[in-house]
């Protein structure tokens, strides 16, 4: 599930979430539904090869002048999937300039062996973007319309409408008078089709005047979750066994690699997307634990890790591997839009000192903190806990700062001993 923010009004806002709705076509359906997706792709690679070529300095326009004509010379699908087309080859070159932009450039300076970034554009691209998988989008009421008293979905196909059948687990949320539908997308995945369908809802907007928890949540390794609460109580989700199942992937997949056969390449490539679902599973359990427990009105406070550099801190090169592989960022948007639904807020602080700062005394040193016990025992007052305990409990002193005001609350170098 996709998720974003729209604000609505004062006390509302809109969150739009993907339902996977599967279909069940016939074998004279599947086949046409066949032929839209792969011509549709063909269309997209086309139209991405346009946009490189001009250098990403394209709009609506422009397409309308230069391709839309010659497009609908080529292909025998509408006018509306032919005008979808560039909006679904705008929107993937903007996420991918946005995930660059988030991930920079590192590289290690020969001379002073220090770590450096380089903010990245849709420059670096070398080649276009290219569209792998058989797809198509359809707009509402345009090119996908609910009929028979929602119990069928009418879809364009290369020669008309078609009438599949569908799953209405979703039947709830896809059609009544609160729901506002967008965008679907016709996929085919193992030989099953599906359509995944926008749906945007009006929801309570969290108030800061309503707030029931602060929750500081410090995310690691060792200790996939710390998480600290106002009632002093402290939970610890531990990473071991996941830790484990994930070397056991890494394991297998140098062995694969050495291979380097066609099998062993297929197999790499499941074994990628096997992982890839399983740890998504883990981070939906983690966060649905997490809101389930806590309710509604509860501040969550997470450190943000963006551009954090694990060289510096880590020499252990497994540590340091699994610290980049690990997914912090899907737990991070999983909680947020399971939160959203529940009137609650995620919100993300500086991560600078909340593992050296004495939670007591306010003091920091980085030496207070023992990697090799998983203790931190701090030199000026005396105050020993667990390490991860620490960052989970600074976390939520920057969760009251924010409720006080302060929207970005960080911990300064104030005071250090070293």
């Given amino acids: 599930m996709l998720q974003w923010i729209k604000k ?31 011509e549709y792709q063909q269309l997209c690679n086309i139209v991405s090869q346009w946009y490189f070529d001009n250098h990403f300095e394209v709009n609506r326009k422009r397409f309308n002048h ?5 497009l609908r010379s080529i292909s025998g699908i509408n006018s509306a999937m032919v005008q979808s087309v560039y909006r679904t080859v705008e929107a993937r070159y903007k996420t991918i300039a946005t995930l660059v932009s988030q991930h920079p450039y590192k590289y290690c300076d020969v001379n ?8 990245r554009t849709l420059d ?104 600290y609460d106002e009632c002093t109580k402290t939970k610890f989700f531990n990473g071991k066994a996941i830790a484990y199942k994930r070397h056991k992937f890494q394991y297998l997949r140098k062995q694969l690699q050495a291979k380097g056969t066609k099998s062993a390449k297929r197999h790499l490539k499941q074994l990628s997307q096997q992982e890839n679902r399983w740890m998504s599973d883990v981070n939906h359990c983690l966060s649905k634990t997490l809101v389930d427990y806590y309710g ?29 592989n690990w997914a912090f960022f899907d737990l991070q948007n999983k909680l947020t839009y399971k939160a959203t639904r529940q009137s609650s807020q995620v919100v993300t602080v500086s991560a600078q000192y909340t593992s050296q700062r ?5 003091q920091i040193c980085k030496g207070n903190r023992h990697h090799d016990i998983h203790q931190y025992q701090c030199n000026y007052c005396g105050f020993t806990t667990n390490d991860d305990r620490v960052g989970a409990m600074n976390l939520y002193e920057l969760g009251k700062q924010y409720l006080n005001g302060d929207l970005k609350p960080k911990f300064t170098k104030t005071n250090v001993t070293d």
């Fill in 358 to 362: 004495c939670p007591r005394c306010g």
């Fill in 296 to 324: 509604k009105n509860t501040l969550f406070v997470m450190e943000n890790l963006t551009n954090v550099t694990f060289e510096r801190q880590f020499g252990n090169h497994q540590q340091t591997q699994d610290l980049h």
């Fill in 112 to 119: 002073d062996k220090k770590w450096y970034s380089e903010s």
């Fill in 8 to 38: 609505g009004g004062d006390n509302m806002s809109t969150q739009t979430l993907t339902l996977k709705v599967r279909l069940y076509p016939t074998a004279e359906q599947i086949d046409d539904l066949s032929k839209v997706a792969l």
């Fill in 66 to 70: 230069e391709m839309y004509h010659y």
């Fill in 124 to 227: 670096w691209l070398r080649k276009p973007i290219y569209f792998s998988r058989p797809q198509a989008d359809y707009l509402r009421n345009i090119n996908y319309s609910f009929v028979n008293q929602a119990q069928q979905l009418s879809l364009n196909g290369m020669h008309g409408r078609i009438k599949v059948a569908f799953n209405n687990y979703y039947a709830d949320q896809l059609i009544n008078d609160t729901t506002k539908l967008g965008t679907a997308k016709l996929v085919c995945a193992k030989k099953h089709w599906f359509l995944y369908i926008a749906v945007t809802n009006e929801i309570d907007d969290w108030n800061v005047d309503n707030n029931q928890h602060v929750v500081g949540i410090d995310r690691g390794l060792r200790q996939i979750m710390t998480i």
